[in-house]
Nanobody
Framework: QVQLVESGGGLVQAGGSLRLSCVAS????????MGWYRQAPGKQRELVAT???????FYADSVKGRCTISRTNAENTVYLQMNSLEPGDTAVYYC?????????WGQGTQVTVSS
C-alpha cells in the first residue's frame, strides 16, 4: 500500500510559479514511477509529467519548458516546479505512483491561475 499526500497548490497570477510536493508513505522500498496528473472542470484527467526511480522524465507538450519534475528517492517525495503559469493550467493536480503494477493516487491539490 502507498499513501500519497500533495501540498503546494494555491492561487497565483498568470506568469507566476508554484511548486507542488507529494510525499509517499507505506510499505515499500522504492517506488518505480511517480508523476503528476491534472483535471480541469469538465475535462478528463491528463498527464502532466512523470519520473522514474532512475530519474528519467516525460512531459506533456502543454507544459514542456515550463514545468520540471524531480524526486528524492530517500524521502519518497516528488516535486513539480511550475513556471510561467497560464489560466489554462487551472486544475486539480494529482500525484500518482506505480508500485508493482498498481497505481496509487493522492487526494489532489487545487491550482488556480488568474488572468
Amino acid at each position: 500500500q502507498v499513501q500519497l499526500v500533495e501540498s503546494g497548490g494555491g492561487l497565483v497570477q498568470a506568469g507566476g510559479s508554484l511548486r507542488l510536493s507529494c510525499v509517499a508513505s507505506g510499505t515499500f522500498f522504492v517506488i518505480n514511477d511517480m508523476g503528476w496528473y491534472r483535471q480541469a472542470p469538465g475535462k478528463q484527467r491528463e498527464l502532466v509529467a512523470t519520473i522514474t526511480s532512475g530519474g528519467s522524465t516525460f512531459y506533456a507538450d502543454s507544459v514542456k519548458g515550463r514545468c520540471t519534475i524531480s524526486r528524492t528517492n530517500a524521502e519518497n517525495t516528488v516535486y513539480l516546479q511550475m513556471n510561467s503559469l497560464e489560466p489554462g493550467d487551472t486544475a486539480v493536480y494529482y500525484c500518482a505512483a506505480t508500485l508493482f503494477s498498481t497505481n496509487y493516487w493522492g487526494q489532489g491539490t487545487q491550482v488556480t491561475v488568474s488572468s
